[in-house]
């Protein structure tokens, strides 16, 4: 059998409203989900991704194009098939969608009524309440929980049909950080536990980084970008890629900070402000040392921040290198050549800011 969960193919949606302009929702948008993933599809809001992601389970039907999720193609299953089929699709959203008059344990259970004896539904209610760490709030009303509890709430609700895929639907983007972090934490768990395949959407690439192992990003419809997760940390191609990753270092506070330092504002003729960014052990030697070394070129780091990256780092360095120019190119296609990547950072240094 494929490893593939889910499938695209070749999929558009248009939306197209009376007197109203055309919206390609999804622009031709061709991906596959393998067993196992926790996949993340990244982009701003209207990029697409929610009406990408209910293709799945066909809340969304395509205009065009192909959609296979467990080895079926969606558009050619039965209405039966299609029931049987959306039990085995979980779903979690930004505002969890609990019924407010029923416990807790009755809004688990929702999704099992008439499935198994009675006695059986709470036997398992009491299982996923378990394993999402709230056995004890069973008898609990919606209001009572917190945010980050409600949510843990959606999730036992999502996986009481045992499904083989999890879509979160920005079930994160509600949540204050340290909680978006026990969630997403769990949400690893399960993907571990039970092997569930998690298609995560979201405008946090913070949520990508901490628990995806792939990512696409979207823009107007389509999918720009695409990869491992830590080939798009190395390696970003598109802008918007970059500048979602540069929101996990708060960059655009740094380099404001940056910009004040002396050694910023008055660049000498043999300096260079550069941004060094490397996933894992990029080169063998230690980098600054070897610049120094090897090159005759200093490195003044002004910041440095290394991540973690499904336990591999990813360091950004900022650094004004001194050296001879010629020194200085040599350098860096040393850098280069060890997978280091080297951008050249521009500061608008305005003297009142
Ligand atoms: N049912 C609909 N009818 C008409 N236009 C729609 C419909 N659903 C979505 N759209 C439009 O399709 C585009 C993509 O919307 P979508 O909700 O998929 O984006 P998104 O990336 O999930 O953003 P958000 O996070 O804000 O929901 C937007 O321009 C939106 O206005």
Same mark, same amino acid.
């Given at each position: 059998?494929? !490893?593939?969960?889910?499938?695209? /193919?070749?999929?558009?949606?248009?939306?197209?409203?009376?007197?109203?302009?055309?919206?390609?929702?999804?622009? $031709?948008?061709?991906?596959?989900?393998?067993?196992? !993933?926790?996949?993340?599809?990244?982009?701003?809001?209207?990029?697409?991704?929610?009406?990408?992601?209910?293709?799945?389970?066909?809340?969304?039907?395509?205009?065009?194009?192909?959609?296979?999720?467990?080895?079926?193609?969606?558009?050619?299953?039965?209405?039966?098939?299609?029931?049987?089929?959306?039990?085995?699709?979980?779903?979690?959203?930004?505002?969890?969608?609990?019924?407010?008059?029923?416990?807790?344990?009755?809004?688990?259970?929702?999704?099992?009524?008439?499935?198994?004896?009675?006695?059986?539904?709470?036997?398992?209610?009491?299982?996923?309440?378990?394993?999402?760490?709230?056995?004890?709030?069973?008898?609990?009303?919606?209001?009572?929980?917190?945010?980050?509890?409600?949510?843990?709430?959606?999730?036992?609700?999502?996986?009481?049909?045992?499904?083989?895929?999890?879509?979160?639907?920005?079930?994160?983007?509600?949540?204050?950080?340290?909680?978006?972090?026990?969630?997403? !934490?769990?949400?690893?768990?399960?993907?571990?536990?039970?092997?569930?395949?998690?298609?995560?959407?979201? $405008?946090?690439?913070?949520?990508?980084?901490?628990?995806?192992?792939?990512?696409?990003?979207?823009?107007?419809?389509?999918?720009?970008?695409?990869?491992?997760?830590?080939?798009?940390?190395? $390696?970003?191609?598109?802008?918007?890629?970059?500048?979602?990753?540069?929101?996990?270092?708060?960059?655009? =506070?740094?380099? /404001?900070?940056?910009? /004040?330092?002396? =050694?910023?504002?008055?660049?000498?003729?043999?300096?260079?402000?550069?941004?060094?960014?490397?996933?894992?052990?990029?080169?063998?030697?230690?980098?600054?040392?070897?610049?120094?070394?090897?090159?005759?070129?200093?490195?003044?780091?002004?910041?440095?921040?290394?991540?973690?990256?499904?336990?591999?780092?990813?360091?950004?360095?900022?650094?004004?290198?001194?050296?001879?120019?010629?020194?200085?190119?040599?350098?860096?296609?040393?850098? /280069?050549?060890?997978?280091?990547?080297?951008?050249?950072?521009?500061?608008?240094?305005?003297?009142?800011?």
């Amino acid at each position: 059998m494929s !490893d593939e969960v889910v499938q695209f /193919k070749d999929v558009d949606v248009v939306f197209k409203e009376k007197k109203k302009k055309a919206v390609h929702a999804v622009n $031709h948008v061709t991906l596959s989900v393998d067993r196992g !993933d926790i996949y993340g599809i990244v982009g701003y809001s209207g990029a697409g991704k929610s009406t990408l992601v209910r293709l799945i389970n066909l809340l969304q039907r395509p205009t065009s194009g192909t959609v296979t999720v467990l080895g079926d193609d969606m558009l050619s299953l039965s209405a039966a098939q299609l029931r049987s089929k959306r039990r085995k699709i979980g779903m979690i959203f930004q505002h969890f969608n609990l019924m407010a008059s029923r416990t807790i344990a009755d809004n688990v259970a929702f999704p099992l009524r008439g499935t198994m004896p009675k006695a059986k539904i709470n036997e398992k209610v009491t299982e996923l309440l378990d394993l999402v760490g709230l056995a004890d709030r069973a008898t609990a009303y919606p209001a009572e929980l917190s945010g980050g509890q409600k949510q843990r709430v959606g999730i036992a609700r999502a996986l009481a049909s045992d499904p083989e895929v999890l879509i979160s639907d920005e079930a994160t983007s509600a949540l204050d950080p340290k909680t978006t972090s026990a969630i997403l !934490d769990l949400l690893k768990s399960l993907n571990e536990k039970l092997g569930l395949t998690i298609v995560l959407i979201t $405008h946090q690439m913070e949520a990508v980084k901490q628990i995806c192992n792939r990512v696409a990003v979207m823009d107007a419809g389509a999918v720009i970008e695409r990869g491992s997760l830590l080939e798009i940390f190395a $390696h970003p191609q598109q802008q918007l890629t970059k500048d979602f990753i540069d929101t996990t270092m708060q960059l655009d =506070a740094t380099l /404001k900070a940056i910009s /004040k330092q002396p =050694a910023v504002q008055h660049l000498g003729a043999n300096e260079r402000l550069v941004r060094l960014t490397y996933v894992g052990a990029s080169t063998d030697k230690p980098l600054i040392a070897t610049l120094y070394g090897e090159y005759n070129v200093t490195a003044n780091i002004l910041f440095g921040d290394i991540q973690s990256l499904q336990d591999t780092p990813f360091g950004n360095l900022i650094v004004v290198l001194t050296g001879a120019a010629a020194d200085i190119d040599r350098a860096l296609a040393y850098l /280069k050549a060890g997978d280091v990547t080297v951008t050249d950072v521009a500061m608008n240094v305005s003297e009142e800011d």
